[in-house]
C-alpha cells in the first residue's frame, strides 16, 4: 500500500511543483534548474560513492559490521537515482539523503524498526556429511619444500620449547 501511494503522491507533487516554480521564474529556468541539480547531484554522489566504498572496503578489512557502511551506500544509490530523476521533490529528497548526519538518523529509523536473528563474519568451520569426494573445487594448489632429516639428531631442533641452547 505504502509503495502504490508513493507512486501516485510523487508524480502529483512534482507537477504541482513544476506549475508553481515554473509560473514563477519561467520555462527555461525551470529547466535549467532541473538539469543542474542533476548534473550536481551526479558529481556529489560519485564523491561520496567512493567514501562509502572505502568504508565498506575497510570495515571487511577490520571484520567490523558492515551493516552500516552498506545502509549508506544503499542510500547514497538512491540518492543519486532521486536527483537524475526529474523533479523539485525528488531532488530535495535525493540531496537529503547525500547529508552524512541524515542518512545516520535514517539508519538509526530502520536499525530500530528491524530484527536481526543473526549475523556472522568470516568463514566459520564447514562440515561435510556423507562420502568423501574430491571435486576440482576440493583441490588446494600449493608448493613445498622436501626437509632432510638432520645430521645430528642429538641436538634438539629451534622448534623446540624451551631456555635457548648453547
Do not use: C
Not at 558529481?43 to 557502511?69: C, K, W
Not at 535525493?94 to 552524512?100: I, M, S
Request: proline share 7%.
Amino acid at each position: 500500500m505504502y509503495l502504490f501511494l508513493a507512486f501516485l503522491l510523487v508524480p502529483i507533487i512534482e507537477i504541482a511543483l513544476f506549475i508553481q516554480v515554473g509560473g514563477l521564474i519561467g520555462l527555461w529556468p525551470t529547466l535549467a534548474i532541473v538539469v543542474l541539480t542533476a548534473v550536481i547531484g551526479t558529481v556529489l554522489v560519485r564523491t561520496q560513492g567512493r567514501m562509502a566504498l572505502a568504508n565498506l572496503q575497510r570495515s571487511f578489512a577490520e571484520l567490523d559490521d558492515p551493516t552500516e557502511p552498506l545502509a549508506h551506500g544503499a542510500m547514497i544509490l538512491l540518492s543519486g537515482v532521486l536527483l537524475l530523476t526529474p523533479g523539485f521533490f525528488t531532488d530535495a529528497v535525493g540531496f537529503a539523503l547525500l547529508v552524512p548526519g541524515i542518512r545516520v538518523a535514517v539508519f538509526k529509523y530502520l536499525k530500530s524498526k528491524a530484527t536481526i536473528t543473526h549475523f556472522q563474519m568470516g568463514t566459520g568451520a564447514q562440515f561435510r556429511t556423507g562420502p568423501t569426494q574430491f571435486d576440482q573445487d576440493d583441490v588446494i594448489d600449493g608448493d613445498f619444500t622436501e626437509v632432510r632429516p638432520r645430521q645430528n639428531p642429538s641436538k634438539p631442533s629451534k622448534w623446540v620449547e624451551g631456555p635457548p641452547q648453547h
